[in-house]
């Protein structure tokens, strides 16, 4: 397999979990600030 | 003396035709590509804030003997100060992270991982292009494109593979303008009538705090900067323009970043992009190599989404229309108003134009951080 297409397969291999990874810090993030910092009424 | 006068009027006459002598034939097929990009933004109305400042350039690049390119000219002066230095595409991002709003996203924010499905693309495409011969650099910067998202791509572009930047550019904003057209047939293979039909169920909850958007755009860029520090120009200056419009003290700045900045930068960028489309860097095999993949990266983006939708269907109660999926890649609000529309031409009860467009705001972010992780590993892997 020539050496561009292993570095190709491992930026695949590596790059999928790390960016699901980011967005799932992403998502717990949002959910901890959303429960930190509730919407009061008077805001509307 | 009447020699003399000859001799004169000679050189002035060959000075005068030097132009027309000079001119060859594949400079009128980068004319008349120009003349089509202006024609398409001007009767067609697809991307015409970047497509007239592209096809004018490209038309002035391609003009013999051309003083707007080569050394001294503002068409490679624009190119070294504000393209190859990443400069143009980071402020474009003070602009779109001013128009961004992450509310639906901080209040359903799973609707990111839809976002994340539809950058398998760029991985797909990058080992595509490596196994048709492109260098990991130019291939990376190819696989970019599967995120739709022009400045990303000129981004990762001008780090990695400034030799491709025309087609890139071209393919980037070309491909996000044709997305009505490329999304449709793709969601439609994918999907059976009755999933297109499914209706989603839009759960109003809680507003989200101006605390929590506020803090937000900072944690981000805190969080993405520690983990990836090549991060920080990219979502820092996104992050910057959404702080700017959520912090309700800087009106004046955010809607000059939605405005006159992104504006400015735009025109200077098509322009920039129009100039380096010279016949010489962009008639040849790489170029078309370039727009052939780019259609295939959309295409990969497109069919993640949809695929990682199915599949987290088999996982949940309450179910989500695959279409909703392919909204995740960045081309906003595009992608989003196609799905929808998809939808209802299904059923005319069916309203998924809310689910639509938090999928493709979180596709925005999402295609940044996958931007973002792509440089990090080549980073890390070349040392580049």
New interface residues.
């Given amino acids: 397999m020539?050496e561009?297409?292993r570095?190709?397969?491992?930026?695949?291999a590596?790059?999928?979990p790390?960016?699901?990874g980011?967005?799932g810090?992403?998502?717990l993030?949002?959910?901890v600030?959303?429960a930190?910092?509730?919407?009061?009424r008077d805001?509307? | 003396m009447r020699k003399v006068v000859i001799t004169y009027m000679g050189e002035i006459i060959g000075g005068l035709l030097a132009g027309i002598i000079a001119l060859t034939w594949q400079q009128v097929v980068m004319w008349t590509l120009g003349l089509s990009l202006i024609y398409l933004a001007v009767k067609k109305n697809y991307e015409p804030l970047l497509l007239v400042p592209i096809g004018f350039g490209a038309v002035m690049a391609n003009i013999p003997l051309s003083g707007a390119v080569g050394e001294g000219g503002p068409l490679t002066l624009l190119l070294q100060v504000g393209v190859l230095t990443e400069l143009f595409p980071i402020l474009i991002f003070i602009g779109v992270g001013a128009m961004c709003d992450f509310g639906p996203?901080?209040?359903n924010?799973?609707v990111?991982?839809l976002?994340?499905a539809a950058?398998?693309g760029?991985?797909?495409t990058?080992?595509v292009?490596?196994?048709l011969g492109?260098?990991?650099a130019q291939?990376?910067a190819i696989g970019i494109l599967g995120t739709a998202d022009g400045p990303t791509t000129l981004y990762v572009a001008s780090l990695y593979a400034p030799e491709i930047l025309a087609p890139l550019a071209l393919a980037a904003y070309s491909y996000m303008a044709l997305t009505p057209l490329i999304m449709p047939p793709i969601i439609k293979a994918l999907t059976t009538v009755s999933e297109r039909k499914l209706r989603m169920h839009y759960h109003s909850g809680?507003?989200?705090?101006?605390?929590?958007k506020l803090?937000?755009p900072l944690?981000?860029v805190i969080?993405?900067g520690v983990?990836a520090p090549v991060a920080v120009p990219l979502v820092g200056f996104l992050m910057l323009g959404n702080f700017l419009r959520e912090s309700g003290v800087t009106d004046r700045l955010s809607q000059s970043a939605q405005n006159e900045l992104i504006n400015v930068v735009t025109l200077l960028l098509g322009l920039t992009i129009g100039g380096t489309m010279t016949a010489n860097n962009f008639l040849n095999v790489t170029s078309l190599g370039v727009m052939m993949l780019g259609l295939g990266a959309m295409t990969f983006a497109t069919a993640g989404g949809i695929i990682i939708a199915k599949i987290l269907n088999l996982f949940r109660q309450e179910k989500i229309n695959p279409m909703v999926g392919a909204a995740g890649i960045s081309a906003f609000p595009m992608a989003g108003r196609v799905v929808a529309k998809m939808a209802l031409a299904e059923d005319k009860q069916n309203y998924l134009l809310m689910h639509a467009m938090s999928v493709n705001i979180s596709g925005q972010?999402?295609s940044i951080?996958?931007g973002v992780?792509?440089i990090?590993?080549?980073k890390a892997?070349?040392g580049a």
């Avoid at chain 1, 570095?7 to 695949?12: F, K």
């Avoid at chain 1, 930190?36 to 009061?40: A, G, K, L, R, S």
């Avoid at chain 2, 809680?206 to 929590?212: D, G, I, K, L, N």
């Fill in positions: 020539p561009e297409v570095t190709a397969l491992m930026i695949a590596i790059g999928l790390v960016m699901i980011v967005i810090i992403f998502i993030l949002a959910r600030l959303t930190v910092f509730p919407h009061q805001e509307a | 996203l901080l209040k924010p799973e990111m991982l976002g994340a950058q398998v760029i991985f797909a990058i080992i292009a490596t196994l492109f260098p990991i291939a990376t809680p507003e989200v705090s101006r605390t929590a803090v937000f944690c981000v969080v993405a983990i972010l999402c951080v996958a992780v792509v990090a590993i080549i892997l070349l």
